[in-house]
């Protein structure tokens, strides 16, 4: 079975920096749509970014984050990441990573439901 284990949260002043890792192991060769979520005290779990790897990785990020953040996957190690740059205090949330197999990357988008989902790690960004 499949398991998706984030790291690299922590605490950061704003304009600040961090990397976000999700290590996947089990039946990852499956995953060709992953995404990273992310849900604040008190508020819904929302999509940050997706990546669909189907020969050309398609990339895509909610408005709030485009241009600050970096969604990539590196296939030789079953790793997710999210380069996080220009953070901003309402970047402050519990970021989840998420994986599923989709049919074509119109299925890939952070409306979809994802199979798996990792633990998550809690980023925190102060002013």
């Known amino acids: 079975q499949a398991q998706l284990v984030e790291s690299g949260g922590g605490s950061v002043q704003a304009g600040g920096s961090l990397r976000l890792s999700c290590a996947a192991s089990g039946y990852t060769d499956t995953f060709n749509c992953m995404g990273w979520f992310r849900q604040a005290l008190g508020k819904e779990r929302e999509g940050v970014a997706v990546?669909?790897?189907?020969?050309?990785?398609?990339?895509d990020y909610s408005d709030s984050v485009k241009g600050r953040f970096t969604i990539s996957r590196d296939n030789a190690k079953n790793t997710l990441y999210l380069q996080m740059d220009s953070l901003k205090p309402e970047d402050t949330a519990m970021y989840y990573c998420?994986?599923?197999?989709?049919?074509?990357?119109?299925?890939?988008?952070?409306?979809?439901?994802?199979?798996?989902w990792g633990q998550g790690t809690q980023v925190t960004v102060s002013s």
């Open positions: 990546i669909y790897v189907g020969g050309v990785a398609i990339t």
């Open positions: 998420a994986a599923h197999r989709v049919t074509g990357w119109l299925g890939c988008h952070m409306a979809r439901d994802f199979g798996y």
